[in-house]
T-cell receptor, first 110, second 113 residues
Framework: KQEVTQIPAALSVPEGENLVLNCSFT??????LQWFRQDPGKGLTSLLL?????REQTSGRLNASLDKSSGRSTLYIAASQPGDSATYLC?????????FGKGTRLSVIA | DTGVSQDPRHKITKRGQNVTFRCDPI?????LYWYRQTLGQGPEFLTY????????KSRLLSNRFSAERPKGSFSTLEIQRTEQGDSAMYLC???????????FGPGTRLTVT
């Protein structure tokens, strides 16, 4: 059974810092990995999708990497802003639909 | 197209009542998914459709839950005889094809009193 773990569970940083969020998964037989952002009480916003054949994807200040063999992904956020404050979720899709981690709650302090 | 929409956004009901939620996916997407999310947890998969066919159901989906997608467009999720443990955010997502990027709606927050 696929299990997804996200570390840390919560993170607080001052504005302008670069930061890394971690995601690990137990079954490396995945097709893709997706990073989402969730604001309190809201739905999920897709940030980046990495296919299993890819090593990384970039969108603006966000860069996500994937090491399928070791079961790890990282989301790098450059020059963090207060508007980045949210919960960040990673999810993997293998032989079953998306399996999510519990998320990392990020607070960026102005 | 404005993305995935869900209705209602909030629902408060008394234990034992039936509730029905609706999801309208992105128009050209043939796959539609339902997830449930409780406080502090990631979403958990409930069921998904390809067009009008329901292809997989999670063990979380007890016999009090039923989902339909009658014409391969919108979908409904019904919960019969609601229990307090059903209180959660119910999320719908859609995608174009298999194992592709999923787009989520705003969710329906259910509170069972």
């Amino acid at each position: 059974k696929q299990e997804v773990t996200q570390i840390p569970a919560a993170l607080s940083v001052p504005e302008g810092e670069n930061l890394v969020l971690n995601c690990s998964f137990t079954d490396s037989a995945i097709y893709n990995l997706q990073w989402f952002r969730q604001d309190p009480g809201k739905g999920l916003t897709s940030l980046l999708l990495i296919q299993s054949s890819q090593r990384e994807q970039t969108s603006g200040r966000l860069n996500a990497s994937l090491d399928k063999s070791s079961g790890r992904s990282t989301l790098y956020i450059a020059a963090s802003q207060p508007g980045d404050s949210a919960t960040y979720l990673c999810a993997v899709i293998g032989n079953t639909p998306l399996v999510f981690g519990k998320g990392t709650r990020l607070s960026v302090i102005a | 197209d404005t993305g995935v929409s869900q209705d209602p956004r909030h629902k408060i009901t008394k234990r034992g009542q039936n509730v029905t939620f609706r999801c309208d996916p992105i128009s050209e997407h043939n796959r539609l998914y339902w997830y449930r999310q409780t406080l502090g947890q990631g979403p958990e998969f409930l069921t998904y459709f390809q067009n009008e066919a329901q292809l997989e159901k999670s063990r979380l989906l007890s016999n009090r839950f039923s989902a339909e997608r009658p014409k391969g467009s919108f979908s409904t999720l019904e919960i019969q005889r609601t229990e307090q443990g059903d209180s959660a955010m119910y999320l719908c997502a859609s995608s174009l094809g298999t194992r592709t990027e999923q787009y989520f709606g705003p969710g329906t927050r259910l509170t069972v009193t």
